[in-house]
C-alpha cells in the first residue's frame, strides 16, 4: 500500500548531482530503481519539474518507469481544475504527453471539469477531498445541504458525489490526508471499498496505524514523498531512501 512521491527538490540533492544537466530524472531513477519492489504507486509532482523547466526530465521518468516497472502505476500529481474545455488540455497533458495512468484532480469547479479526465477509459481520476493540510479545514469543513435537509460538510458532500454520481466508469479515487484519520473513517463510510489515495504520513506526521485502521485497510496507496526521497542528502541517498521506505512499508504491513 505504499506509494512513493516523486518531488525532486534540486536543493537537497547530493553533491555529485547538483548542477549537472538530467539530474531530476537521474535522482528519481535511483529513487525509482531503489523502491520499485517496495510500492504499488509512485506520484511525481509536476510543481516540482515545470518549476525547474524540466517537464522533458518528467516525460522522460514516467517513460522510464512504465518501461521497466510496466505493473507499477503512476499517478500524475498535477491537482487540476478548470472549465471543461481548458480541463480537455490538461487531460491531453497527463494522460497523452505524460501517459500518466492517473491525475490528482481538484473538484471545486464541479462534475464538468472532471468530465474530460473521465473520458479516458482505464484512466484513474483521483479527486481531492480531505486534503493533508491544515487549512484545508477552511473550506473542507463547511456545512453544506442539498436541499433534502441533509446536512454534510463540503469534503463529505465531495464523497458522497463520487460514490453516487460521479464514478460513472469506475475510475474515481479520492484523496485523504493520513493528517486526518477520523475523517479518513468517515469518508470510507461514504464511499464503499473505493481507492483512497494518503498523502500525510512521514513528513507531515501522519499516524500510519490509524491511518491504516480508518482506511479499513482496504485499497489504500499511502504516500510518503520527502521523508523517503530526502532520508540521506548525501551519496548514500538512494540506499537510505530504499531503508526508509521498507521501514514505511513494514509499518503500513503491521497495522493491517
Ligand atoms: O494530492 C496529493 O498528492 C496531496 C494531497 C494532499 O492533501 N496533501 C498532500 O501532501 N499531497 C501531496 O503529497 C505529497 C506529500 O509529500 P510529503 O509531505 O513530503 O510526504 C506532496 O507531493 C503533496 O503535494
Redesign the pocket.
Known sequence: MLCV???PDQQKFPLSLQGQANAIFTFCRYIVDATADLVCAF?P?I??FASARAEDQLEKLISYIHRHYPHIPV?L?A?RGDIGSTASQYAIEAFERYQADAV?VNPYMGFDSMEPYLSYAGKGV?V?C????PG?SDIQFLPTTDGSGEVMSVYERVAKSAATKWNTNGQMCL???A?FPEEIAKVREIVGDMPL?I??????GGDVQATVKAGRNKNLMI???????YASQGEDFAEAARKEALKTRDAINRAR
Open positions: 512521491g516523486l518531488d506520484k509532482q510543481a516540482y499517478i500529481d491537482k490528482t483521483i481531492l480531505r486534503t493533508s493540510n484545508g484523496v485523504v490526508g493528517t489515495l498523502p500525510g504520513i512521514g513528513a507531515q504516500n510518503s514523498s520527502r521523508a523517503i526521497l
